[in-house]
């Protein structure tokens, strides 16, 4: 009689079934954050060249199989970073016709990206201007709200922001983050969410502003120090008028510093152009 021995497999150990699935989890997440990074340089690169001008409005985008093969992308990710840029009403895909530019008064300019994109090419003196207009319309209001009852926790905030910023004001630190933190606390300060849920806004325009005023945000002047200084001193003392206006004089003075930063800048590409 001819015996037939059966061969048991072993079941896996359940230490390396779970070591298996944890690191097909994670390249799962590194793939999907590969396919984000994608996506998002694809969209933020196409935005820049919109903004200044490459595809200018009412400009029909090139055929998809173009693109791909420029950016060397997948059909896929070419239409997802399209739908980022339909979300901004910067583009608009019509059948048989194409995918077409819109006008630059349908653009979301209140995304931080679009304004971001604006700031990274050459932004005009118009552009800051209105930009200041939007600054002085909130910035003044909400340090006289956060003046009016500031909690320790807001003060400490901005006294903190404006030690860094005077420690900082020669370039020896992170002189933008130390500004930054002193406005946005400020804006956080009042207590109000709609003003709070500006900051993503406000920020990218700081950030732009403050090297622009600066040469290159590699000091600060004394004069804007102490304007900053006088601000946090109104909040401190409960003044709500006093620190809106030390905010507005602020604001006027840092756009005259960057008016005098756009004049000089322009002033010495001229000869270059020129030649």
């Known amino acids: 009689m ?3 021995s059966k061969q048991l497999t ?4 359940a230490g390396s079934l779970h070591s298996a699935l944890e690191r097909a989890q994670r390249h799962d997440r590194l793939a999907q954050a590969f396919d984000r990074n994608i996506r998002a340089s694809l969209a933020g690169r196409l935005g820049r060249e919109i903004v200044s ?39 608009v895909a019509r059948p048989k016709i194409g995918t077409r530019v819109r006008p630059q008064s349908d653009w979301n ?20 201007a209105e930009l200041f207009v939007l600054r002085q319309m ?17 003060i400490e905030r901005i006294e903190d922001a ?29 207590g109000n969410h709609f003003l709070t849920a500006l900051g993503g806004l406000i920020r990218t325009s700081l950030e732009c502003t403050f090297e622009l005023s600066w040469v290159g945000a ?3 002047q004394d004069d804007r120090l102490h304007q900053h200084r006088a601000i946090l001193e109104a909040i401190l003392d409960g003044s709500p008028e006093l620190a809106k206006t ?15 930063y756009l004049n000089q800048r322009d002033a010495t590409s001229e000869p270059a152009a020129a030649g």
């Open 53 to 91: 001008g490459v595809y200018p409005p009412g400009s029909l985008l090139p055929n998809a199989a173009d693109m791909c093969e420029r950016f060397r992308v997948s059909r896929t990710a070419l239409r997802e970073a399209y739908s980022e840029l339909t979300a901004k009403a910067m583009i």
């Open 162 to 190: 404006y030690g860094r910023m005077d420690r900082f004001k020669d370039g020896a630190g992170d002189l933008i983050g130390a500004d930054l933190d002193f406005h946005m606390s400020i804006l956080e300060g009042t």
């Open 246 to 260: 030390r905010m507005t004089e602020l604001l006027r003075d840092s756009m005259d510093d960057v008016r005098q």
């Open 2 to 4: 001819v015996r037939v």
């Open 218 to 220: 590699s000091k600060i």
């Open 10 to 13: 072993s079941p896996a150990p």
């Open 109 to 128: 300019m209140l995304d931080p990206e679009v304004l971001s994109w604006h700031l990274q090419s050459t932004p005009t003196e118009s552009f800051v």
């Open 138 to 154: 909130i910035e003044p209001e909400a340090a006289a709200l956060a003046a009016r009852a500031p909690s320790r926790a807001t």
